[in-house]
């Protein structure tokens, strides 16, 4: 599913459930999980072979991938990406280095938050007259969802770009829901992408099967906008 939101030039790949039987951590990443308890090693490890798989589209061959201080997955050279995990699915997308510059994606159960305070540290008093709006226009959608699910992809492309934390209230999102998209504006001084500063990141939303799905992918700016995006309809 997650691929119905990124360009062609991603490659994603995604389960949604884990293996039967103990995990077996890949070669160079049992240090990763010497604490974990069970669940988490399940999910890491499906996740990192989603990420291998992911990685195969591309060319290339499978390799340890470690987290960093932040711990958001540390890549091969020349490559960006992403991984998310939650209840029943896990998924990851890739791409080169030289045709995106960053790649985020989130995946969520389609429910309300669990508290009504979540979506004050979440959302700021434009985006909740936003999601009121959008309750009532389109009330099978747990917008508040969708929108944390939103800053968590936009957080994940964030990242790498800036080594820096991005707090849920420094970016304003706005969604369409007739193309099933969302803008992400910046509230704070952006990155610079080759010389081209940033200042918000556009991506896309999917709710089926249970689940919220969102993504974003920021190309560079001398490769103009991408000719093979995969459309994304009414949803």
Same mark, same amino acid.
Do not use: N
């Given at each position: 599913m997650i691929e119905e939101l990124l360009p062609?030039? +991603? %490659?994603? !790949?995604?389960?949604?459930?884990?293996? %039967?039987?103990?995990?077996?951590?890949?070669?160079g990443e049992e240090h990763l999980l010497v604490h974990?308890?069970?669940?988490?090693?399940?999910?890491?490890?499906? !996740?990192?072979?989603?990420?291998?798989?992911?990685?195969?589209?591309?060319?290339? /061959?499978?390799?340890?991938?470690p987290y960093g201080a932040s711990r958001a997955p540390q890549w091969p050279r020349g490559i960006v990406g992403s991984i998310t995990h939650c209840t029943g699915y896990r *998924?990851?997308?890739? *791409?080169?280095? !030289?045709? $995106?510059?960053?790649?985020?994606? &989130? %995946?969520?159960?389609?429910?309300?938050?669990?508290?009504?305070?979540? $979506?004050?540290?979440?959302a700021g008093e434009e985006e909740r007259a936003h999601l009121a709006e959008l309750a009532v226009a389109r009330p099978?959608?747990? #917008? &508040? @969802? %969708?929108?944390? =699910? /939103?800053?968590?992809?936009?957080?994940? *492309? #964030? =990242?790498?770009l800036t080594g820096r934390w991005l707090d849920f209230t420094e970016a304003a999102v706005t969604f369409q829901p007739r193309t099933s998209t969302f803008s992400a504006r910046l509230l704070v001084e952006g990155p610079v992408v080759d010389g081209v500063r940033?200042?918000?990141? &556009?991506?896309?939303?999917? +709710?089926?099967?249970?689940?919220?799905?969102?993504?974003? /992918? +920021?190309? @560079?700016?001398?490769n103009g906008p991408d000719p093979h995006h995969r459309s994304r309809g009414p949803l």
């Open positions: 062609r030039t +991603v %490659a994603t !790949a995604e389960a949604f459930g884990d293996p %039967a039987g103990a995990p077996v951590p890949f070669p974990a308890v069970p669940a988490r090693r399940r999910e890491f490890t499906t !996740a990192r072979a989603c990420a291998r798989q992911a990685l195969g589209g591309l060319g290339v /061959a499978p390799v340890a991938i *998924a990851a997308a890739v *791409a080169r280095g !030289a045709e $995106l510059a960053a790649v985020g994606i &989130d %995946a969520e159960p389609h429910a309300a938050l669990d508290h009504t305070g979540v $979506l004050h540290m979440v099978e959608i747990h #917008w &508040d @969802r %969708a929108l944390f =699910s /939103a800053k968590e992809s936009v957080y994940k *492309a #964030w =990242s790498p940033l200042t918000g990141f &556009d991506g896309g939303f999917l +709710v089926r099967e249970g689940l919220v799905l969102t993504a974003t /992918a +920021v190309r @560079r700016p001398d």
